[in-house]
């Protein structure tokens, strides 16, 4: 049952860049562009609202609609906030997407986010795979990357740590639960 829940995570595989809507979308449709791609992660309380999007257009995290249709980029800023939102406050997000946009593209800055949360919580199941297996000596290595992002890696490091412990914390209590009732 634990492999279940975890399967979603490891197999993880979030949008590319090209792969997402290179035409103007209404919110709506943003919202739910969004959650599909992060439903692995995230249970109902941490999915991504048209009011939450409304707010970060007036707070200035993210570009304004253009015409009230929101494209590609606008799709990204929302995937990246809504990934960070619970491990980093609004203003820590937004220096850190400013930070990376001024290193590379927007595309090769959410590529490289992909990319990262994918392969650490592959990473980080793994470890605990072997965990379960007497035989393994477990070590484990995270690439701290020498192009100036080792913020962003450990922001997502932690993301991942965080995301897994809930879903294995909600795991262990489904099963406590069982427990107490077949008792």
Do not use: Q
């Given at each position: 049952m634990r492999d279940n829940i975890l399967t979603g995570l490891?197999?993880?595989?979030?949008?590319r860049y090209k792969d997402l809507p290179d035409f103007g979308i209404y919110s709506e449709q943003l919202v739910e562009i969004v959650n599909k791609a992060l439903e692995a992660m995230f249970d109902?309380?941490?999915?991504?609202?048209?009011?939450m999007v409304n707010n970060y257009v007036k707070h200035k995290i993210m570009p304004s609609p253009i015409k009230k249709r929101y494209f590609r980029n606008h799709i990204v800023y929302c995937i990246v906030i809504t990934v960070f939102k619970?491990?980093?406050?609004?203003?820590?997000?937004?220096?850190?997407?400013?930070h990376e946009l001024k290193k590379s593209s927007i595309e090769e800055s959410y590529n490289y986010f992909c990319d990262k949360i994918e392969s650490v919580m592959r990473l980080i199941i793994d470890i605990l795979d072997k965990q379960d297996d007497p035989d393994t000596k477990m070590?484990?290595?995270i690439d701290v990357d020498l192009d100036k992002r080792n913020g962003l890696t450990l922001a997502i490091v932690s993301v991942c740590t965080k995301v897994i412990t809930q879903k294995l914390l909600e795991y262990e209590l489904l099963n406590a639960k069982e427990d107490i009732w077949v008792k």
């Open positions: 490891k197999e993880l595989k979030l949008p109902k309380d941490n999915k991504l609202t048209k009011s619970n491990n980093l406050s609004m203003t820590e997000i937004d220096g850190g997407i400013l070590t484990a290595t």
